[in-house]
């Protein structure tokens, strides 16, 4: 079935650039960390999730790894499966197996990581529909045209 990529909606350019300069003008300064989510930033936070000091990683994957079938029963099965900063998607990969949804769709504001981790993903779920939206959803999640009226699990 492959996959399918599609971008969501945003905000304005010029009122995106506007809050940029409002941020690092304030003091202190500061700026959101979505606008480090480019090719670097995105392989930085994978490095800093595998350091040993970086617990929240490890922790999630022994609560996942103890209390998976659980989860997943809870969960139920043939969804549409909404995974949210999705990433790489292994995280979730993880899981498409054991809530077996009609639908898998990734959710990361990271073009180029999403797109290589469907096409990286696509060959091992032929059968499932994937589909990767990028899109800033800090300030709201837009998701028209991509779901339907089946039940979704936001993950």
Known sequence: MGY??????????????????????ESPARIAPKYFYDELGCALYGAICRLPEYYPTRTELALFS???????????????????????????EGWLSFVNPCRYIAVDIAAPVLERAL?????????????????????????????????????
Do not use: N
């Open 66 to 92: 103890e209390y998976r079938a659980e989860i997943a029963e809870a969960a139920g099965s043939g969804c549409q499966f909404v995974d949210l900063g999705a990433g790489d998607c292994c995280k979730a």
């Open 4 to 25: 399918r990529i599609v971008h969501g909606h945003s905000e304005p350019e010029g009122s995106e650039r506007d809050q940029v300069v409002a941020s690092l003008t």
């Open 119 to 155: 096409a990286r993903m696509a060959p091992d779920f032929v059968d499932l529909e994937m589909v990767g939206v990028v899109t800033d959803f800090s300030r709201r999640l837009v998701l028209d045209g991509v779901l339907d009226m089946r039940p979704v699990t936001f993950f």
